[in-house]
């Protein structure tokens, strides 16, 4: 069994920043993709950043130049930078990974969520 346990999350005000962490732990053989996602009330789970095994990322539109996502492969743990928060990034933030328990079975595991608010 593969846990994601996130942290960071927290009440900031308009242009503040706040760093989250992701730490999978487990059965683990090697982790490839991790992601953040975010999900506001009322609306769908969508990306914010994700980044491959390798370190190649990717952002949401809305997110880019704010935000910065990086791993320690080591530590199997993802973070998410974020910087200029503005009140529309208040969601609930989940932490994903598409883990290998062994060479030929992999699963996608979800971090409980953490929660973002951004007071204007």
């Known amino acids: 069994q593969v846990q994601l346990v996130e942290s960071g999350g927290g009440l900031v005000q308009a242009g503040g920043s706040l760093t989250l962490s992701c730490a999978a732990s487990?059965?683990?053989?090697?982790?490839?993709?991790m992601a953040w996602y975010r999900q506001a009330p009322g609306k769908q789970r969508d990306l914010v950043a994700g980044i491959t095994n390798g370190g190649s990322t990717n952002y949401a539109d809305s997110v880019k130049g704010r935000f910065t996502v990086s791993r320690d492969n080591a530590k199997n743990t993802v973070y998410l930078q974020m910087n200029s928060l503005a009140p529309e990034d208040t969601a609930a933030y989940y932490c994903?990974?598409?883990?290998?328990?062994?060479?030929?079975?992999?699963?996608?595991?979800w971090g409980q969520g953490t929660q973002v608010t951004v007071s204007s």
């Open positions: 487990g059965s683990i053989f090697r982790v490839e993709t």
């Open positions: 994903y990974a598409d883990v290998r328990v062994s060479f030929w079975r992999r699963s996608d595991y």
